[in-house]
């Protein structure tokens, strides 16, 4: 029910957009997220929205280098990613939670995932 899409392999520096498509359901009123987990490390929130689109949560590392949000209309959330660091090579999956703040961490929280996109940034 989540199609995650975008990644690919960038320059360190360059830019990606990922986009989530939603299916069969609708969550307009779930927060929801992108996770990541990099090669032999736990999957971990990185971003999320609530379910206006108006407020969103970013981990310390991302700040001012990613955003979040989402188009309720299309049932479409996006991330973009600026500034990209070796750092944030991993799978990105969305994901969509029935607490509709954006800001629950904890993998357990989202009950609709995505199949997961890689992003590698490598010279």
């Known amino acids: 029910q989540l199609q995650a899409s975008g990644g690919g392999l960038v320059q360190p520096g360059g830019s990606l957009t990922l986009s989530c498509a939603a299916s069969?359901?609708?969550?307009?009123?779930?927060?929801m997220a992108w996770f990541r987990q990099a090669p032999g490390k736990e999957r971990v929130f990185v971003v999320g929205?609530?379910?206006?689109?108006?407020?969103?949560s970013y981990v310390d590392s991302v700040k001012g280098r990613f955003s979040i949000s989402r188009d309720k209309a299309k049932n479409t959330l996006h991330l973009q990613m600026n500034s990209l660091e070796p750092e944030d090579t991993a799978v990105y999956y969305c994901?969509?939670?029935?607490?509709?703040?954006?800001?629950?961490?904890?993998?357990?929280?989202?009950?609709?995932w995505g199949q997961g996109t890689q992003v590698t940034v490598s010279s």
């Open positions: 929205i609530d379910w206006s689109g108006g407020v969103a």
């Open positions: 994901a969509a939670s029935q607490y509709g703040s954006g800001n629950r961490r904890r993998i357990n929280e989202y009950a609709y």
């Open positions: 069969g359901h609708t969550f307009s009123t779930y927060g």
